[in-house]
């Protein structure tokens, strides 16, 4: 009898196979500002530490230093960690925070309002649904996590659009409004290039938005931006609910309200004290 086919499969390479030995080497240099306990560090003392040339040691900082993240003190011709570190830094942080305290938000909201709550973030010209929560009801909106969706037509893509400012609305009029229309997903998607602009810039006026039945028929929600502790919005909430139970007068005296106030409790949590 004739074995069988060899089906194994040829075992995956270890990732310690991939990895670029520069790149390696310009993290080893970031590393070693870290451990050490000056501030500072030269050239020379890099080369020693990393056991490395001092022309690769110079080279890593001239593009470290490009990006920001060393800077070279004019009095000593040293090394020390740039503003992009910290930027780095801060938006871990940011985005750990933003899941943990917006998951708390998110449940309060839903439970408080009878409705399905999401977070949401823009990401390439899309509202991304970073999260989302339902309460025990009957009927509901569906939960949109991990789902992008349109800018134009959905409550959290009109805060977030508002918020990232003039260059984003350009950028977006130029990829989706050229011939001056945007795509319609019902009767009541505002389609007009123009009447949407005017209408984004009252949101970002007011600082909310609504969706009326915009994106999906028989849906409406409410939205309200998130902010860091600089104060920038870096996502926002939304109620999400059937129109035939929550219709517009409704939305805009309650669940609004609602709404924002959450946000604005989960922008405290973030650090923002405007």
Known sequence: MAPPPNSTKSPRRPKSEYVIQTVTNALRVLEAFRESESEELGVTELSRLLSLHKNNVFRLLA???????VEQMENSERYRLGVACQDLGHSFARRRDLARHGRQVLEALSVATGES????ALLDLEVTHLDGEQPDQLVLSRLRVGQRMPLHCTALGKVLLAAAGPDAWDRFEREFAPKGELPSH????IIDRDKFLDHLQSVAGEGFALDLEECAAGLSCAAAPVLDASGRTIAALSISAPSYRVPEEILRQELLRQVIQAADQLSARLGYHG
Do not use: C, D
């Open 186 to 189: 019902t009767a009541t998607t």
């Open 117 to 120: 709550a999401h977070l949401g």
């Open 63 to 69: 593009t470290l230093e490009e990006r920001g993240y």
